[in-house]
Structure formats: C-alpha cells, structure tokens
C-alpha cells in the first residue's frame, strides 16, 4: 500500500469516527417532545431518529461497536503502513536506522490522535450539540443502515450488556421522560441567560410551579378585611357601607358572620335601582361557593372553572369564615399585583364630597398626615393607641356601636362596620355645625344600639 492510499484510507476511517460521534451526541441529546413535533410535521428522518433515542441502550452498543471498529483499523493502518512508510521517509532523510522505527511509530501515534479527537470527536460533538434534533434526523438513516448490516453482533452484545448491568445491580433507566419543577426551573434560568425568556416571564413561570403549594389562606383577603352586610340591618346602612366600601361583591350573613347566606353583587343592586325596581337585598343573594383554607391555589382555580363563579369564601374546618378569594387573587398569585380600581383593601379612600373611609388599623399618624391636621391625636405619645381604631376606642371610652360618631378637630369620626368588638371601617367626614371649630366633642349615638 502506497503513503498516499494509506493517508487515504486514514482520512476515510477519522471521518467515519467523526459522524459516528456526531450521532451518539445528537441522539443521546435530543428531547423527545422536539422529535414528537418534527414527525407530526413530516421531518425526514425524525421518526427514525425518535426510534433510536427511545431505546438508548441498543444505540448505544451500534455506535461503540463501529467506533470500536473504526479506531482499531485506524490504529493497525497507522501503526503497520504509514509506521513503516515513515519509517523509511526518516532512514532516507539521514535519520539513524536504529532510532528511525520509534520515532516514526511516536510521529505516527501523535498525528492520529490529534486528527481522531480534532475531526472524530470534539469537532463533530459540537456541530451535534448545536442542533441535536435536526442533526439526528439527519443521520438516522446512516444509523439504521450500520445497524442493519451489524444486526447479529448488536444484539448479541447489547443482550450480554444489559445481562452483566443486572448482576451488578443497574437496572434499565425508564425510556419515558419525567419532568420535575426543578428540570423547568432550570431550563427556563437557560433561556433567561440565552436572552430566549424576559425575566418577568421567568418570574411567572416559577409563580406558577408554585401554585400547587400555595393555600388559599396565603392570597385571601382576610376576614377583618372584609365588609359584610347583615340581611337584618335597613336598607340604607347597608347602601352606605356599600358605597363607602368601594368593593363589587360583599357576603351576606344573618346571625353572625359565621352564617353566611350567600353574595351580592354590586352591578345587580344597581340594575335593580336604574329600572326602578326595589332593590331588596335578601332577593338578589346567589350561592356562595365555599372553598376549605388548605386548599391550594391550583386547585382553587379548577374550583373556580368548575363552579362557574370567580369568588369563594374560605372557611376553616368548624365552618368559621377566614376569608374571600377571588379569581383575581389567583392571578395576581402568578403574575404579581395588579392595579386596583376603586378602593378595594386601600387602607384609606377618598370618597365623594370630600369624605374619607378609613381602615381601623390605619395608623394615627398616616390618618394626621392624610387630614393635614395640625395638632397631635389626644394621648396619641402615651402610647395608648396606635391606629385610628384605637383612636375611637379612646374617645368613646368603650366599645361603640356602628353608626355612633364624634367631632373632633373639624372632622366628624362615624364607626361605619364592626367585626364583633373590633372597629373595623370608620367614616371621616367634615364637621358641620357645632363641634367644627376643632375642639373636642363629646361622643354622639346616631342609631339605637344593637343588644
């Protein structure tokens, strides 16, 4: 055999270690919902390629066995033709005859091993991990064909593999591929770093993944929060409470808040007085769906599709409400706050006319800042009180009533909803007549207390 033909040959069998390397990689590396799509859209050679990487044991053998193959013939070629061609190229040269043999052998052993890991692995390996799927499609064909002609000795030797695995105790992986939260979270931080993904939707995504661990009682709004409107109350308390509220759905309770009868909605009320029906409060109540507080984001939202409805109550195992969740809620549990209208769970809202409905755990200080009251809350630096609930508590000097109301400092402070002895929301409106001069009033009773 001539240097040339040797060379030849040399070159033949580094490029066959290059596309069987190129394969293992492509195959071994490619995801099978990629290969799934690429069949359902007619890709050549996807389905082959689909083949291969679902039994990865048998693939595995055809291509060791080739480049086994490949690099044994590669070796005797180099180390028994091109040595001795070498060989004599050395001698010819002057090279002393007796050192002549292992330096050509050396020469040899070192120029095919940098053209076997240049062009026969590293090369090939990174084209293949560029673009795994496609490159499988692509040499499936190539594959199923040395499969085919080596069809006895790949079975015989990938059944002797899987024998000696199970004797020392490996058993075969699973060929369906299972995803966990963690392989998402992964794959999505890749694609943020690629510049595929925007942060926020990264943000979404783990949102999401965290749903499933997510309790109602975490999103909720909770029930010293919520406005309820009693069936046994007039009319017109319960239009106050509604108009001040600003919110669009209120539970309806008779008894205690416990004993909840349903949900009204503010658009039926409202319908009903533009057409001038009487809106009773107790004839527009619907169904309330009633969630438990352990019950999981995720499951809240098939709740919430099955039901039809997108607001539940959430009560605790005695039946006791601990709270309202809202479609709305589950939203903003995945894609961040929301800018809400009116003023829905503000700590403190500018209604109409000037006035203020203010949450009772407002601080006193915010309410001063807020009023641009110049003169400090009575006791407010004794620390008796805090909050604008402990602020009334004060003046009155017991539990008030809803409805009941004092001047003071120009501002006339009317309890508008109690949750049992709590002040819950309190009606801050200007002062009028006497008491409007800033001083203190003495507390008033605008309805007959409820015993």
């Not at 008894?255 to 409060?281: E, F, T, Y």
């Amino acid at each position: 055999m001539t240097l040339s033909t040797g060379l030849a040959l040399l070159v033949l069998l580094v490029l066959a270690n290059g596309l069987l390397a190129m394969a293992e990689t492509a195959v071994l590396s490619s995801r099978k919902g990629p290969l799934r799509k690429a069949v359902k859209q007619g890709l050549r050679g996807s389905s082959q390629a689909l083949n291969l990487s679902e039994n990865p044991t048998r693939f595995l053998v055809l291509v060791q066995f080739w480049l086994t193959l490949s690099g044994t013939i590669a070796g005797l070629l180099g180390g028994a033709e091109l040595g001795g061609d070498v060989r004599v190229l050395l001698v010819d040269w002057g090279f002393p005859s007796a050192w002549a043999g292992p330096v050509s052998f050396g020469l040899v052993a070192i120029g095919l091993a940098g053209l076997m890991l240049i062009f026969g692995e590293l090369v090939p390996k990174r084209i293949a991990a560029a673009n795994p799927e496609r490159t499988a499609a692509r040499l499936a064909g190539a594959m199923r064909l040395l499969a085919w002609l080596a069809a006895p000795v790949i079975g015989f030797l990938s059944l002797a593999t899987d024998s000696l695995a199970r004797m020392v105790g490996v058993k075969p992986r699973p060929t369906s591929e299972s995803v966990g939260d963690d392989e998402v979270r992964a794959l999505v931080e890749q694609g943020l770093h690629a510049g595929v993904f925007q942060r926020a939707e990264k943000e979404m995504v783990d949102r999401v993944l965290a749903l499933d661990n997510l309790q109602a009682t975490a999103i909720m709004t909770p029930r010293l929060r919520i406005v309820f409107l009693n069936v046994a109350d007039s009319d017109e308390v319960n239009w106050r409470k509604i108009v001040a509220s600003g919110h669009s759905y209120f539970p309806v309770y008779q008894g205690n808040r416990d004993q909840v009868l349903g949900m009204v909605a503010v658009k039926a009320l409202w319908a009903n007085s533009a057409i001038g029906i009487p809106a009773k409060l107790r004839d527009l109540i619907v169904p309330h769906l009633a969630v438990p507080e352990r019950m999981t984001a995720i499951q809240l939202l098939e709740e919430f599709k099955k039901a039809g409805k997108h607001i539940a109550v959430v009560v605790d195992e005695f039946g006791a409400v601990k709270g309202i969740v809202t479609l709305i809620d589950v939203l903003e549990a995945i894609v961040g706050d929301l800018p809400e209208a009116g003023a829905k769970d503000q700590p403190a809202a500018r209604q109409r006319g000037g006035s203020w409905l203010v949450d009772a755990l407002l601080p006193a200080s915010d309410l001063a800042s807020l009023l641009k009251i110049g003169q400090s809350f009575p006791d407010e630096h004794g620390a008796e009180f805090k909050t604008v609930g402990g602020f009334v508590l004060a003046q009155f000097g017991r539990i008030p009533h809803e409805g009941e109301s004092f001047d003071w400092a120009g501002w006339r402070f009317e309890v508008l909803d109690m949750d049992r002895l709590r002040i819950d929301k309190v009606l801050i409106t200007r002062a009028g007549g006497p008491g409007a001069s800033g001083a203190q009033a003495e507390p008033q009773r605008n309805e007959t207390p409820r015993t």
